[in-house]
């Protein structure tokens, strides 16, 4: 919330914060592991977080 607030509520200043914030809670299992191409951030994917392992 914070950044929207500094950003004027422009949601696309936000997009880095809020891809990391919805892995920290995938990582978490604090909501449902999804795509991030699927959550809307296929323009921001790195290697890094394109090769995750599942979790069992």
Same mark, same amino acid.
């Not at 200043?13 to 978490?28: G, H, I, N, T, V």
């Not at 795509?35 to 599942?54: H, Q, R, T, Y």
């Given at each position: @919330?914070?950044?929207?607030?500094?950003? =004027?509520?422009?949601?696309?200043?936000?997009?880095?914060?809020?891809?990391?914030?919805?892995?920290?809670? @995938?990582?978490?299992?604090?909501?449902?592991?999804?795509?991030?191409?699927?959550? =809307?951030?296929?323009?921001?994917?790195?290697?890094?977080?394109?090769?995750?392992?599942?979790?069992?």
């Amino acid at each position: @919330m914070e950044c929207l607030r500094r950003s =004027g509520y422009e949601s696309a200043a936000c997009r880095q914060s809020a891809k990391a914030y919805l892995e920290c809670r @995938m990582d978490r299992q604090l909501m449902a592991n999804e795509p991030l191409e699927k959550l =809307g951030f296929k323009d921001l994917i790195n290697e890094k977080s394109e090769e995750k392992p599942e979790k069992s």
